[in-house]
C-alpha cells in the first residue's frame, strides 16, 4: 500500500527549476512534519528540508535561498520548489513522513546541460 507518492522529477538545465509534489495518505499528513531528502550515487541519503503541521520549515544549508518546501493541507501534498539549480543536485529525491518513518518510492532529479 503506497502512502506517499512523489511526482515532478526530470531532467532540467543548470539554473532551471522544478517543482517535487508528494502526496500522502490524510491521515499520514495531518499533524506530521513532511521532509524531503536526497540520494546522489555513490553518497548517503541527506536531509533537504522539512516543514511541520504548523509550517515552521527547516533547510540544508546546501538548499537554503534555492528550494522552497510547503505543504497544502487541503490536499495532503507537500512541495519542494527548487530554482537554480546545479549539477550537485542530481540525484533521488525522496519525501518522507517523520511520525511513522515513512518514505516514497523517490523521484529522479537531474541537472545536466
Known amino acids: 500500500q503506497v502512502q506517499l507518492v512523489e511526482s515532478g522529477g526530470g531532467l532540467v538545465q543548470p539554473g532551471g527549476s522544478l517543482r517535487l509534489s508528494c502526496k500522502a495518505d490524510g491521515n499520514i499528513f495531518s499533524f506530521n512534519t513532511m521532509g524531503w531528502y536526497r540520494q546522489a550515487p555513490g553518497k548517503q541519503r541527506e536531509f533537504v528540508a522539512s516543514i511541520a503541521s504548523g509550517g515552521t520549515t527547516n533547510y540544508a544549508d546546501s538548499v537554503k535561498g534555492r528550494f522552497t518546501i510547503s505543504r497544502d493541507s487541503a490536499k495532503y501534498t507537500v512541495y519542494l520548489q527548487m530554482n537554480s539549480l546545479g549539477p550537485e543536485d542530481t540525484a533521488v529525491y525522496y519525501c518522507?513522513?517523520?511520525?511513522?518513518?515513512?518514505w516514497g518510492q523517490g523521484t529522479q532529479v537531474t541537472v545536466s546541460s
Open positions: 518522507n513522513a517523520r511520525r511513522g518513518g515513512l
